[in-house]
């Protein structure tokens, strides 16, 4: 049986999560509450990106202030999608993984910086 990962971490040059086209994201009504929703969708930009993505440093422009839903925490992992906190690290690195897939692609730098980050 695979070990679980203990820990997780999010490398800089890739804002693959902050792609929210909501046509990548078909569970969303399933985890997020009314108003997070509604958040959710007001940050959509018509490109599918956030509209706080920087995409020239790939970075958000509200980094302190961003959303719940935006941070990985035991905290987020447990109200949000059920899940015990001692899940965070291979929850995360689960949807990283999709995230950089679906957006970056497989092959991708960033998919080769993050694995090396989370071995
Ligand atoms: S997809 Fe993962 S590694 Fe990439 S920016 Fe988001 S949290 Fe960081
Ligand atoms: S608020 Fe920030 S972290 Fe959240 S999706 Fe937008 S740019 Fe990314």
């Not at 999709?98 to 071995?119: D, R």
């Amino acid at each position: 049986m695979k070990a679980q990962p203990k820990s997780w971490q999010c490398v800089s040059g890739c804002g693959a999560c902050c792609y929210l086209n909501p046509e990548e994201r078909p569970f969303l009504q399933e985890y997020l509450p009314e108003e997070l929703l509604k958040l959710y969708y007001s940050l959509v930009g018509e490109d599918g990106w956030c509209i706080q993505y920087d995409a020239q440093n790939r970075t958000c422009s509200i980094y302190e202030e961003r959303p719940m839903f935006c941070r990985v925490s035991p905290t987020v992992l447990q109200e949000l999608y059920d899940e015990p906190a001692e899940n965070l690290a291979a929850w995360a690195i689960h949807c990283c993984t999709e995230n950089i897939s679906s957006v970056w692609g497989e092959e991708s730098p960033e998919m080769h910086k993050f694995k090396q980050a989370n071995k």
